[in-house]
C-alpha cells in the first residue's frame, strides 16, 4: 500500500509541476499580449528597432522589428510593409539630414541602456516631433514619436503677443 501512496504522490507533484509551467507560460503569453496591445493602441508613434553597425560597430541606420499605427499617421506614411526594412530605405532624405540623432540613437542601444529626448523638425513631415529613445537590450532600442507641431506653433504666438 505504501509503495501506491508514493506512486500517486510522485504522479501528483508531477501534475502539480506540469500545471503551474502551463500555469507561468499561460501568464507569460498574458502579459506579451497585453504590452503589445498597450504599444499598438497608444497615441504616439512606437517602434521597436535593431541598429544597423559597420564593421567598426558604429551606427549606420536601424531596422524596423516593430511599428505601431499611430507611427504611420504622424509620418504621413501609408501602411507600407517597413517591419524588416532598414530606416534609411523607407526615409532617404531623413536618413541623411538626420544622421545625429541615428548615431544617439545607436549609442543607447549599443549601451543596452540610457535614453535620450530630442525635439526637431521633420521637412518630410513639416512638423515638429519629440522623440524619446530608450533601451533595455543590447543592439535594440524603442522610439516614442508625439507630433508637437501645435504646441510648438502655441509657443511662437505666445513669444508674438509678449514681443507685441
Known amino acids: 500500500m505504501s509503495v501506491q501512496v508514493e506512486k500517486l504522490e510522485k504522479n501528483m507533484a508531477k501534475l502539480t509541476i506540469e500545471a503551474s509551467a502551463e500555469e507561468f507560460e499561460k501568464a ?3 502579459s506579451r499580449t497585453k504590452y503589445h496591445t498597450l504599444f499598438m493602441n497608444m497615441h504616439s508613434g512606437f517602434t521597436y528597432n535593431r541598429i544597423v553597425t559597420n564593421e567598426k560597430n558604429i551606427p549606420l541606420d536601424f531596422q524596423f522589428i516593430e ?3 499611430d507611427f504611420f499617421k504622424i509620418m504621413g506614411i501609408g501602411r507600407k510593409k517597413i517591419v524588416g526594412m532598414n530606416f534609411s530605405d523607407i526615409f532617404p532624405e531623413c536618413s541623411i539630414n538626420y544622421s545625429d540623432w541615428i548615431t544617439e540613437c545607436g549609442k543607447v542601444a549599443l549601451a543596452g541602456c540610457g535614453r535620450f529626448d530630442k525635439e526637431f523638425y521633420c521637412r518630410m ?3 515638429w516631433l519629440y522623440l524619446s529613445v530608450y533601451s533595455l537590450e543590447k543592439g535594440f532600442f524603442a ?5 508637437i507641431t501645435e504646441q510648438k506653433s502655441a509657443e511662437k504666438q505666445l513669444k508674438k503677443a509678449k514681443l507685441a
Not at 143 to 147: E, M, N
Open 28 to 30: 507569460v503569453q498574458d
Open 67 to 69: 511599428v505601431n499605427s
Open 125 to 127: 513631415t513639416k512638423k
Open 143 to 147: 522610439a516614442l514619436y508625439r507630433d
